[in-house]
């Protein structure tokens, strides 16, 4: 395969196999995939009500009603997998298909019977279920009551999460309780382009965060007291990150700054998690702006002693998502440069925005001469996944992590699909460099996406999949892409052994 340009080059390409038993796998999740919206007594979710009431949102205006149908035919998806050699697949749970108003008194014996039978059917083919509890698609009756920022939700969901584990927890054995509550909470509180759509920018993503967290926590909890001992399984939290690059190598400044956006997206989940509180730069910065501001109360919440307890060690896992590199300048705090303005004739992210992006006082830009992926947002920085997993490394001790979430957009559905192809092929080398050359300590791999799903904003106008859905098929026929057909070969082959 001839090679891609790559905005970043960490050195020559690494010949060699990953650990015995390394996790290999492709995700989806259930609002992009499943589709039977209003089949078989499924309640609303907060995406239902806002492909609805805000249409304009979605590009293409479309919705997820239909999606992939993976709801009558996840059979198909799992001969897809077990095509490529997967070894894991990675799903999240509709909440509201399980419990349509959300809580346990209103159980849907139906949606069961469905998670059920595509656990049963991934088990008979070799393939691990790894299952997500969240996703994103929270029941609209809990939306009603306040949702994410009303903390009665903590225990809604610990009862969600008892229940799953009681019915599936035979079965599987991984479990991420939240996926990615950095972009949920920025796109459905800051720029308001997610559901639920609310316009919070400086205090909504800081609280929506914090009670996700005690979520993540209480979840933890339950399974450790009441199912570990009997299945054995580990339970983690999938987190999204960019990786960033100092603008200037030689400047120490710029260094600083980009170390302190991993803090301020990485570390705003991991360090509660590790040490029950928010971490102390992130604490002192907006502490600080908050008193500029008149505030009496911090925009960043803090935690009590009973719930920095609960929050300490409730990790077995960390679930890594990556799609992205940027590059960071430091900036002096009263300089504000203009909402994708220039400083220095460059562009530069959102540095005028109030809450988080201006909190952490940093400027985040990309070069525009590198090569770009189908998404106006995603560039072709496929290795900067090594820098990511080696930050979580350096500050958290080395824990266990699995990739979770990378992959490649494009704009059609060409089976021939190089550039994802390429994606695939530096990223999954990165990784085997930070095991081999790093030492992190990653067991598994779990690319972005099974299928060309429905994509929340963007909806059908771009794609992640390494199998193309003809959608216009009465049986939504699924067909693999060049891309899968070479990441079958890396699975099948543990990594990229020399040729002999």
Same mark, same amino acid.
């Given at each position: 395969?001839?090679?891609?340009?790559?905005?970043?080059?960490?050195?020559?390409?690494?010949?060699?196999?990953?650990?015995?038993?390394?996790?290999?796998?492709?995700?989806?999740?259930?609002?992009?995939?499943?589709?039977?919206?209003?089949?078989?007594?499924?309640?609303?979710?907060?995406?239902?009500?806002?492909?609805?009431?805000?249409?304009?949102?979605?590009?293409?205006?479309?919705?997820?009603?239909?999606?992939?149908?993976?709801?009558?035919?996840?059979?198909?998806?799992?001969?897809?997998?077990?095509?490529?050699?997967?070894?894991?697949?990675?799903?999240?749970?509709?909440?509201?298909?399980?419990?349509?108003?959300?809580?346990?008194?209103?159980?849907?014996?139906?949606?069961?019977?469905?998670?059920?039978?595509?656990?049963?059917?991934?088990?008979?083919?070799?393939?691990?279920?790894?299952?997500?509890?969240?996703?994103?698609?929270?029941?609209?009756?809990?939306?009603?009551?306040?949702?994410?920022?009303?903390?009665?939700?903590?225990?809604?969901?610990?009862?969600?999460?008892?229940?799953?584990?009681?019915?599936?927890?035979?079965?599987?054995?991984?479990?991420?309780?939240?996926?990615?509550?950095?972009?949920?909470?920025?796109?459905?509180?800051?720029?308001?382009?997610?559901?639920?759509?609310?316009?919070?920018?400086?205090?909504?993503?800081?609280?929506?965060?914090?009670?996700?967290?005690?979520?993540?926590?209480?979840?933890?909890?339950?399974?450790?007291?009441?199912?570990?001992?009997?299945?054995?399984?580990?339970?983690?939290?999938?987190?999204?990150?960019?990786?960033?690059?100092?603008?200037?190598?030689?400047?120490?400044?710029?260094?600083?700054?980009?170390?302190?956006?991993?803090?301020?997206?990485?570390?705003?989940?991991?360090?509660?998690?590790?040490?029950?509180?928010?971490?102390?730069?992130?604490?002192?910065?907006?502490?600080?702006?908050?008193?500029?501001?008149?505030?009496?109360?911090?925009?960043?919440?803090?935690?009590?002693?009973?719930?920095?307890?609960?929050?300490?060690?409730?990790?077995?896992?960390?679930?890594?998502?990556?799609?992205?590199?940027?590059?960071?300048?430091?900036?002096?705090?009263?300089?504000?440069?203009?909402?994708?303005?220039?400083?220095?004739?460059?562009?530069?992210?959102?540095?005028?925005?109030?809450?988080?992006?201006?909190?952490?006082?940093?400027?985040?830009?990309?070069?525009?001469?590198?090569?770009?992926? +189908?998404? !106006?947002?995603?560039?072709? #920085?496929? $290795? *900067?996944?090594?820098?990511?997993?080696?930050? &979580?490394? /350096?500050?958290? +001790?080395? !824990?266990?992590?699995?990739? #979770?979430? $990378? *992959?490649?957009?494009?704009?059609?559905?060409? &089976?021939? /699909?190089?550039?994802?192809?390429?994606?695939?092929?530096?990223?999954?080398?990165?990784?085997?460099?930070?095991?081999?050359?790093?030492?992190?300590?990653?067991?598994?791999?779990?690319?972005?996406?099974?299928?060309?799903?429905?994509?929340?904003?963007?909806?059908?106008?771009?794609?992640?999949?390494?199998?193309?859905?003809?959608?216009?098929?009465?049986?939504?026929?699924?067909?693999?892409?060049?891309?899968?057909?070479?990441?079958?070969?890396?699975?099948?082959?543990?990594?990229?052994?020399?040729?002999?």
């Amino acid at each position: 395969m001839g090679s891609l340009k790559c905005n970043f080059d960490d050195g020559e390409f690494l010949c060699d196999t990953f650990p015995e038993g390394f996790i290999w796998g492709m995700g989806t999740a259930s609002y992009q995939c499943e589709g039977a919206w209003d089949k078989d007594g499924k309640g609303m979710n907060i995406w239902d009500t806002f492909v609805r009431t805000m249409p304009e949102k979605i590009q293409d205006r479309s919705t997820g009603d239909v999606a992939l149908d993976s709801y009558h035919h996840y059979k198909q998806d799992v001969q897809m997998l077990k095509s490529i050699g997967a070894n894991t697949y990675r799903f999240s749970l509709s909440w509201a298909r399980i419990f349509p108003n959300g809580r346990p008194d209103s159980v849907n014996q139906a949606g069961v019977d469905y998670y059920n039978n595509l656990i049963n059917e991934l088990l008979a083919n070799g393939i691990q279920p790894m299952v997500t509890l969240y996703h994103w698609d929270l029941p609209q009756s809990l939306q009603d009551i306040g949702g994410w920022l009303n903390e009665e939700i903590v225990e809604i969901y610990g009862e969600y999460a008892r229940f799953c584990f009681q019915q599936f927890g035979d079965r599987v054995q991984r479990w991420t309780t939240i996926n990615e509550p950095f972009i949920s909470g920025m796109m459905g509180y800051y720029y308001c382009n997610f559901a639920p759509c609310i316009n919070d920018p400086e205090e909504g993503p800081y609280k929506y965060v914090h009670n996700q967290l005690k979520a993540h926590a209480q979840a933890y909890r339950i399974y450790e007291a009441e199912f570990k001992k009997k299945y054995n399984g580990v339970v983690g939290i999938s987190l999204d990150t960019s990786s960033y690059f100092p603008f200037d190598k030689n400047s120490p400044e710029d260094a600083k700054a980009a170390n302190r956006c991993f803090v301020f997206r990485l570390g705003w989940m991991l360090h509660p998690l590790y040490h029950g509180k928010y971490p102390q730069e992130m604490r002192e910065l907006i502490d600080a702006r908050s008193k500029n501001e008149g505030r009496e109360v911090s925009r960043l919440p803090d935690f009590d002693d009973h719930w920095s307890k609960k929050l300490k060690g409730t990790l077995d896992f960390i679930g890594v998502n990556f799609y992205n590199a940027e590059l960071v300048r430091g900036k002096d705090d009263g300089v504000i440069a203009p909402e994708w303005g220039l400083a220095d004739g460059i562009p530069f992210f959102d540095s005028r925005l109030p809450g988080w992006n201006r909190d952490m006082n940093a400027y985040r830009t990309h070069d525009m001469n590198w090569v770009r992926c +189908g998404a !106006p947002w995603q560039d072709f #920085t496929p $290795t *900067g996944i090594r820098e990511c997993i080696k930050w &979580i490394s /350096d500050n958290y +001790g080395n !824990p266990t992590m699995m990739v #979770t979430e $990378t *992959g490649c957009s494009g704009v059609d559905d060409k &089976i021939n /699909d190089e550039q994802r192809k390429e994606f695939f092929k530096l990223s999954i080398n990165a990784v085997l460099k930070s095991i081999k050359v790093d030492g992190c300590n990653v067991v598994g791999y779990s690319g972005w996406s099974l299928l060309d799903v429905w994509e929340w904003m963007s909806g059908y106008t771009i794609g992640f999949g390494i199998v193309h859905v003809d959608k216009s098929s009465p049986n939504m026929t699924r067909s693999l892409k060049e891309s899968g057909k070479y990441l079958g070969t890396i699975f099948r082959n543990n990594g990229f052994p020399l040729s002999k």
